[in-house]
């Protein structure tokens, strides 16, 4: 038993650590000290955790099955939506206290096919954690959680440029731009889907370079790729997303003109404001963050 049992055991129970240390009356610094390794844990630290739980917690480890797949398919999920309709600082919290409960669900020993599923749904999480701590400034931090989520979907190729084509994007955030170009550059992705995405962010990356062909161009692959998306058959990993389907070219393309107007190149302003206005009008409730984005970058376009 150690201290990443402990801590899967209190959060697949749903109990915080303010709550942990509630019950079991030990300090939440000591409890934390305890779960992260930096304290020994003794037989009466068990005990504690059984009673508090109303769990029997073994020595030896016990084995991760399907169930716990579809609990952390869910967990994704729900993580998912919250962060579309309130935004990536909304969520970073939730999704680093689910991706402590992963770590420990991936430390444990499973068939391989609950392991293929288990890191399947494990990089979802990265990669959601890795963009809630992007939107939350925690740069750093979404890079680790993105790395995570690269490794753990290299088996799947889908998955894998759905990270990376995420990735990119992060690393325009940083300031990053050729970098993301030839990340992106690298890959080949197969569903148009990914396609859209890819060349969307490849837009933005050569707005951040003020390169206004280049935009141009990747504006327009995106949106060929954009109007060969079947929504009926979109690879699973994009299926969250599907919500506001009309507005997601608008959208990607409208915050890449955005990008050079403000660097002062004027052909981009119209262009932005039409592209913003018309993702404004096709997103709905569900995908409220993504309305108040563009409803910024709107705004911002008046003062131009």
Not at 212 to 229: C, F, H, I, N, P
């Amino acid at each position: 038993m150690n201290g990443a049992d402990l801590r899967t055991a209190r959060v697949a129970a749903g109990v915080s650590l303010s709550e942990m240390s509630r019950r079991t009356h030990f300090s939440k610094a000591y409890l934390g000290h305890l779960e992260t390794g930096k304290r020994s844990i003794g037989p009466e630290h068990i005990r504690a955790y059984e009673q508090a739980l109303n769990v029997s917690l073994s020595h030896e480890r016990h084995s991760v099955g399907v169930t716990d797949v579809e609990l952390l398919s869910q967990a994704v999920n729900v993580v998912t939506a919250l962060g579309l309709r309130h935004g990536g600082m909304a969520i970073a919290d939730m999704a680093r206290s689910h991706w402590g409960w992963t770590e420990g669900l991936l430390n444990q020993s499973m068939p391989d096919n609950v392991r293929k599923g288990l890191s399947w749904q494990a990089a979802r999480l990265a990669n959601r954690l890795g963009w809630s701590l992007s939107e939350a400034g925690r740069k750093t931090q979404a890079t680790t959680a993105y790395t995570t989520a690269l490794d753990l979907s290299k088996h799947d190729h889908g998955l894998h440029a759905a990270v990376s084509v995420d990735l990119a994007k992060h690393k325009v955030g940083m300031g990053h731009p050729q970098e993301a170009l030839t990340l992106l550059d690298s890959l080949s992705p197969k569903e148009p889907v990914h396609q859209f995405t890819a060349n969307g962010v490849a837009s933005l990356a050569a707005a951040t370079l003020g390169d206004w062909q280049g935009t141009v161009r990747y504006v327009g692959l995106a949106d060929e790729a954009w109007s060969r998306v079947e929504l009926s058959n979109l690879p699973e990993v994009n299926r969250p997303y599907v919500s506001g389907h009309e507005a997601h070219a608008h959208r990607d393309a409208g915050r890449a003109f955005h990008v050079l107007a403000l660097k002062g190149e004027k052909r981009a302003v119209p262009l932005a404001g039409q592209r913003l206005e018309l993702a404004v009008s096709m997103f709905g409730p569900d995908r409220a963050n993504a309305v108040s984005q563009c409803r910024k970058r709107l705004d911002s376009l008046a003062t131009l």
